[in-house]
């Protein structure tokens, strides 16, 4: 079980970005995935999730009304669109599924089968 996350690169401020998050061996369907991202000196954050069956997201306020998540069953494959893209935004950014579930929709003890992440790096 493995998740590659890719689309990651350089894109000037005010930019948009689009990540993908595809399964190697196995499908997504059946899952909850993650997005989070994790910038130099700061821990690991969980910024938005999808549900499996309905494909409700969920999005933390600092990328509410500029991510979108989605996801593509048929290509086992989960996207991140990320338009407006601030300095702030500069990490790597990782998928993961979500395997345990407590209160909190983003709990980075929650989530497993990281993959390799993609830089996201905005600047001018």
Do not use: H
Not at 17 to 31: H, M, N, P, Q
Not at 80 to 104: F, G, H
């Amino acid at each position: 079980v493995q998740l590659q996350a890719s689309g990651g690169g350089l894109v000037q401020p005010g930019g948009s970005l689009r990540l993908s998050c595809a399964a190697s061996g196995f499908r997504l369907d059946y899952y909850v995935i993650g997005w989070f991202r994790q910038a130099p000196g700061k821990e690991r954050e969980g910024i938005s999730s999808i549900g499996s069956s309905d494909g409700s997201a969920y999005y933390v306020d600092s990328v509410k009304g500029r991510f979108t998540i989605s996801r593509d069953n048929a290509k086992s494959t989960v996207y991140l669109q990320m338009n407006s893209l601030k300095p702030e935004d500069t990490a790597v950014y990782y998928c993961a599924i979500r395997r345990y579930y407590s209160d909190d929709e983003l709990a980075l003890p929650d989530f497993g089968f990281w993959g390799q992440g993609t830089q996201v790096t905005v600047s001018s």
